[in-house]
């Protein structure tokens, strides 16, 4: 069963420590969706990592925010929520799973048709261009701090994953 953006920040709100996660080989819509949420979200003074097992594209490294993108650490840490974004699978998530001790929750959020639903919490959007559009809804729809580089890795998140707004997924909203 789906949740709604409200569930989700609902759960992200009393969270403290807040784990963000992507696929492996991470692209535009990956690594902005997570420096997006991450800036957000320490906005909000939460303690905010974000891993993914390649790190950080270089062609990525432009971006504010960039730096918070790194591969998990050799000892394993626990966390009151991960958010998985722009990940079909857990699978595809690599080593990362191994390098959490314990969470609370995990929530799911991504626009592959393919998500089976993996998380404690799932948002899955198929008819969503990018995961950063749905990172875009949560952040304001949901009255979640809105950085002006968050803005930035959203606009990256959305125009890699609509081939600079040329593929036929681009809508009006974007």
């Known amino acids: ?33 997570q420096i997006a949420l991450a800036l957000s979200l320490a906005a909000l003074d939460k303690s ?26 050799e000892d394993p840490e626990s966390f009151d929520v991960v958010v998985c974004l722009d990940t079909a699978s857990k699978e595809r998530l690599g080593r990362c799973p191994d390098a959490v001790t314990a969470a609370k929750q995990w929530i799911n959020i991504d626009h592959h048709a393919s998500n089976p639903g993996y998380g404690d919490l799932n948002f899955i959007e198929a008819a969503a261009a990018a995961t950063g559009e749905i990172v875009y809804d949560l952040l304001t729809g949901q009255g979640l701090p809105f950085p002006v580089a968050s803005g930035a890795a959203l606009y990256v998140a959305v125009s890699t994953d609509t081939g600079s707004f040329r593929y036929p997924n681009t809508t009006a909203k974007l």
């Open 48 to 73: 905010v990592s974000a891993w993914n097992e390649d790190g950080c594209p270089s062609n990525l490294r432009f971006l504010e925010g960039s730096e918070l993108v790194v591969r998990p650490p």
């Open 1 to 33: 069963m789906g949740s709604t953006l409200e569930t989700i920040r609902d759960a992200l709100l009393p969270a403290e420590r807040i784990l963000l996660l992507s696929h492996v080989r991470p692209d535009g819509d990956a690594i902005g969706s």
